[in-house]
């Protein structure tokens, strides 16, 4: 089992900066990749941004550019920097981490909401 507990969030106006954070604890060294998710109200879960175990990354068209995923020195710690904010970025964002077995672990979620 990986516990996942995400930080960092909170209000910002747009143009702005925030940073997440995800750490995970349990059994990190089961961990394939770490990522981030976000949920806005009405709409499906989409995919933000991914690190693997080999620190490649990937991220969705939406947010390339200006924002940036990165694991700590210690690699049980991922962040999400969100630069330039947009009002369509406010949702719930939720860290993942994938494990050996194909199962998914999420956080709780943390609310960013950017206003115009």
């Known amino acids: 089992q990986v516990q996942l507990v995400e930080s960092g969030g909170g209000l910002v106006q747009a143009g702005g900066s925030l940073r997440l954070s995800c750490a995970a604890s349990?059994?990190?060294?089961?961990?394939?990749?770490m990522g981030w998710y976000r949920q806005a109200p009405g709409k499906q879960r989409e995919f933000v941004a991914t690190?693997?175990?080999?620190?490649?990354?990937n991220s969705a068209d939406s947010v390339k550019g200006r924002f940036t995923i990165s694991r700590g020195i210690a690699k049980n710690i991922v962040y999400l920097q969100m630069n330039s904010l947009k009002p369509e970025d406010t949702a719930v964002y939720y860290c993942?981490?994938?494990?050996?077995?194909?199962?998914?672990?999420w956080g709780q979620g943390t609310q960013v909401t950017v206003s115009s």
């Open positions: 349990g059994s990190t060294s089961s961990i394939n990749a």
């Open positions: 690190i693997s175990s080999s620190g490649s990354t």
């Open positions: 993942n981490a994938d494990v050996h077995s194909g199962l998914r672990n």
